[in-house]
């Protein structure tokens, strides 16, 4: 099946400095990658759409220059978080989809922790 | 909310008994998926039924939809304690492949 994958997987930044998360398709192209975030014990929450080549689409309520999103290449989307605050401690999921295909693949995650 | 709702929140059986979880959403949608999620990982997709789908299989598993309740359930029988996880529906409403997941639910099972 296809994977993607997300590094690093575990983050412990200082409150005030930027954190950058990756996400890669391995084995298939991904036109449009999802970014979400999830809180303990709770549900997966869209922040973002990101397609390839274009300004990634932000859900309501979501900071768009302090959540950054690139997606450059058909295999690769970024998620920047800027100035860190302890509140935006959190399980950072992305997932990747493949043109023309419904299933969305979801990477492992990344734990970030500001401190 | 965003979210659609899901029942029970937490359900804790025994080995080799069915387990049954629910789905409720709001709007009309194009297909609706299952995942799983083991305790601080990814999310494993399970299964996707489409709106113009009643019941699916997959192995151990069934899901079956009603689009005029707006609901979906998903049983899986015969429980393993690898079965233990967290179990979300998700919505598809056609809006670009964007999902709006459920709260989910929280299956325990006991050897």
């Known amino acids: 099946g296809a994977v993607v994958s997300q590094h690093p997987s575990r983050v412990i930044c200082k409150s005030g400095t930027s954190v950058k998360i990756e996400c890669r398709s391995l084995?298939?192209?991904?036109?449009?990658m999802f970014w979400y975030r999830q809180f303990p014990k709770q549900s997966l929450m869209l922040m973002a759409t990101s397609n390839e080549g274009s300004k990634a689409t932000y859900e309501q309520g979501v900071e768009k220059d302090k959540f950054l999103i690139n997606h450059a290449s058909l295999t690769l989307s970024t998620l920047t978080v800027t100035s860190a605050h302890p509140e935006d401690s959190s399980f950072y999921i992305c997932s990747a989809r493949g043109p023309g295909l419904h299933e969305q693949y979801f990477g492992p995650g990344t734990r970030l922790t500001v401190t | 909310s965003q979210q659609g709702e899901e029942d029970p929140q937490a359900l804790s059986i025994q080995e080799g008994e069915n387990a049954t979880m629910n789905c409720s959403y709001k709007?009309?949608?194009?297909?609706l998926q299952w995942y799983r999620q083991n305790s601080g990982r990814g999310l494993v997709h399970l299964i996707l039924i489409r709106s113009n789908e009643r019941e699916k299989h997959s192995g151990r598993l069934r899901v079956t939809l009603d689009t005029s309740k707006k609901s979906s359930s998903l049983l899986i029988t015969a429980s393993r304690a690898a079965d233990t996880a967290s179990y979300f529906c998700?919505?598809?409403?056609?809006?670009?492949?964007?999902?709006?997941f459920g709260q989910g639910t929280e299956l325990s099972v006991k050897p």
């Open positions: 998700a919505t598809d409403r056609n809006q670009g492949g964007k999902l709006i």
């Open positions: 709007t009309s949608i194009n297909n």
């Open positions: 084995d298939f192209q991904a036109t449009t």
